[in-house]
């Protein structure tokens, strides 16, 4: 991390948007979403005060860390066009300012997810609070071309922390959805580095495609798409799962598979204005990919309250 000096000079007033910018909330947006599936999906029903009161701290634990990696990440912030005008490298929020919202948000969603809900669900916030905080953005992010694989972790707890919420506890259910986004991040995030390539470079981030070059990228992708697929279909056959999910699930996993296909193959030596139009596509659908799945597990949810669903 370089001196505050290389930064830009916190020159303009923070407004509020401002601070919710620093909290990533196109990433808590996904945080939420994933959490709410997996409070939802779970045998045991909240009252709706206690669930809305789970997902709102859980939500705030996803923001604190975001907050959090804005801190640790404002110098190569700076340098990535795609972070340029975050809060902290624009100048508009102090760096020491992003720290202390980033540790005052975490302690208040841990204690207050303890409190509305219970300490296992709290447990695991804290947990992917300093995971993705500490293992990934001061740790692996910087070192290895492997932090997205296992910093993947991160992003990939939520919906156990929603069913911990409902049910205090872990299972097989929900260690699987957080399986199926463990492994869906590599395919997802390595097609963005694929088009992003440069920005990585330039602030020395040692993402595959730039310690291994964009063919490697893309072997790694199919290798990560293929292991992703029979783990997603897997879901249909547990008491989430269903005809339903099964169905869905088969449908995004074909074209999915053909998206991973396509990128392996294509040529190298293409240039010009869609040059990184395949690798495009692949990354927006790998967000419609994660999405339905989760909304249907929750279809899959209405189904047997309505006493339509299962096998």
Known sequence: MTDST??????QEARFGDYIALLKPRVMSLVVFTAL??????????????GFAAI???????????????WWDSDIDRI?????SRPIPSGRVDRDEALAVGLALSGISVVMLGLAANWVAAGLLA??????????????KRSTPQNIVIGGAAGAFPPMIGWAAATGGISVESVLMFALIFMWTPPHFWALALFMNDDYTNAKVPMLTVTHG?????LHILVYTILLAPLALGIAATSIGG???LAVSLVLNAVFLAGALRLWRRDEGLAGAD??????????FSLIYLFMHFVALLAEAALRTAGMGGW
């Open 6 to 11: 290389t930064l830009l000079d916190h020159t």
């Open 214 to 218: 964009r063919k490697a990228t893309r």
């Open 127 to 140: 947990f992917t609070i300093f995971f993705y905080a500490v293992v990934y953005t001061m740790w692996l």
């Open 37 to 50: 599936t997996g409070l939802l999906v779970a045998p045991v029903s909240l009252h709706p005060l206690e």
């Open 80 to 84: 990535m066009r795609r972070t340029q």
């Open 243 to 245: 005809p339903l999910y």
């Open 275 to 284: 040059k990184y139009a395949a690798e495009k596509k692949f990354f927006r």
């Open 56 to 70: 709102l701290f859980i939500a705030i634990g996803g923001g604190a860390s975001g907050a959090l990696n804005m």
